[in-house]
């Protein structure tokens, strides 16, 4: 059975730091995906990785894809308070998904 | 473009009783899902479809619950009898190639 783990689970971030979110997956895939959930709304998806070594950027976030590790990564450059939301990675073949990171940008 | 669309966006119910959501996606998107989410965790697959046919319903509680879609666009979930633990929000989502794109969701409550 695929297992997907994020962490950390909670993140507490200042202003203007940098920070990576953690995505493992426990089979083969080659495909993730990463959405941002604000509280009490839908999901908006931020990035699908396609392959191995994929990188993507839009602002503040990347999101990169490492299929031989299990491995993604979502990386926060000079975090803004609103970047403040839920993020969570999804893997396909069942698109399962991880427990979500909750992010909290203070000033 | 319209996204996609559910109603009710809420729901309260008593246990035992039947309730239903509705699905309206993308036009033109041929892959239909439908997710489960509790409060706190990622949503949980629950069925795909690919045009009409159910690709992947492993994940569906197939004793109370049932769904359809009907001429591979609008796509119905439905509960019955609901209990307790059902109490959550469902998601559904359509995509054309990969990308999926969420509608707002039905919470449910049965008390």
């Known amino acids: 059975e695929l297992k997907v783990e994020q962490n950390p689970l909670f993140l507490s971030m200042q202003e203007g730091k940098n920070y990576t979110i953690y995505c493992n997956y426990s089979t083969t895939s080659d495909r993730l995906y990463w959405y941002r959930q604000d509280p009490g709304k839908s999901l908006e998806s931020l990035f699908v990785?396609?392959?191995?070594?994929a990188v993507k950027q839009e602002g503040r976030l990347m999101a990169s894809l490492d299929t031989k590790a299990r491995l993604s990564t979502l990386h926060i450059t000079a975090a803004v308070h609103d970047l403040s939301a839920t993020y969570f990675c999804?893997?396909?073949?069942?698109?399962?998904f991880g427990a979500g990171t909750r992010l909290t940008v203070k000033p | 473009e319209a996204g996609v669309v559910q109603s009710p966006r809420y729901k309260i119910i008593e246990k035992k009783q039947p309730v239903a959501f509705w699905c309206n996606p993308i036009s033109g998107h041929n892959t239909l899902y439908w997710y489960r989410q509790n409060l706190g965790q990622g949503p949980e697959l629950l069925i795909r479809y690919e045009n009409e046919e159910a690709v992947d319903d492993s994940q569906l509680p197939k004793d109370r619950f049932s769904a359809e879609r009907l001429k591979g666009v609008d796509s119905t979930l439905k509960i019955q009898p609901a209990e307790l633990g059902d109490s959550a929000v469902y998601l559904c989502?359509?995509?054309?190639?990969?990308?999926?794109?969420f509608g707002p969701g039905t919470r449910l409550t049965v008390t």
């Open positions: 990785l396609l392959s191995n070594g």
């Open positions: 999804a893997v396909a073949g069942d698109m399962r």
């Open positions: 989502a359509s995509s054309l190639v990969y990308e999926q794109y």
